[in-house]
């Protein structure tokens, strides 16, 4: 059993930058998949980045140049840089770790709120 713990969101005004952070209860490395969803007032979840086992990176084309996925082995714990933040930003964030043996685990979320 895993658990993610998001943190890191607030408000901040647009151009401004913010780091989330996602902390895991278990070792999470091995996982086949992980990474940042978003979900907006009214939308449906989607892909922010996703980082594979072995190592290819996705970003959503609204964040490309702006975000950027970083994790720390010893803390087990993965980051989002999040830079020049626009409204349209503003969003729940999730992370998730993906197997695909069929484990799926998410976080509870982090609401980010960008003014402008």
């Known amino acids: 059993q895993v658990q993610l713990v998001e943190s890191g969101g607030g408000l901040v005004q647009a151009g401004g930058s913010l780091r989330l952070s996602c902390a895991a209860s278990?070792?999470?490395?091995?996982?086949?998949?992980m990474g940042w969803y978003r979900q907006a007032p009214g939308k449906q979840r989607e892909l922010v980045v996703s980082?594979?086992?072995?190592?290819?990176?996705n970003y959503g084309d609204s964040v490309k140049g702006r975000f950027t996925i970083s994790r720390d082995n010893a803390k087990n714990t993965m980051y989002l840089q999040m830079n020049s933040l626009k409204p349209e930003d503003t969003a729940v964030y999730y992370c998730?770790?993906?197997?695909?043996?069929?484990?799926?685990?998410w976080g509870k979320g982090t609401l980010v709120t960008i003014s402008s």
């Open positions: 278990g070792t999470i490395w091995s996982a086949d998949a």
């Open positions: 980082i594979t086992g072995g190592g290819s990176i």
């Open positions: 998730n770790v993906f197997w695909i043996s069929g484990l799926d685990y």
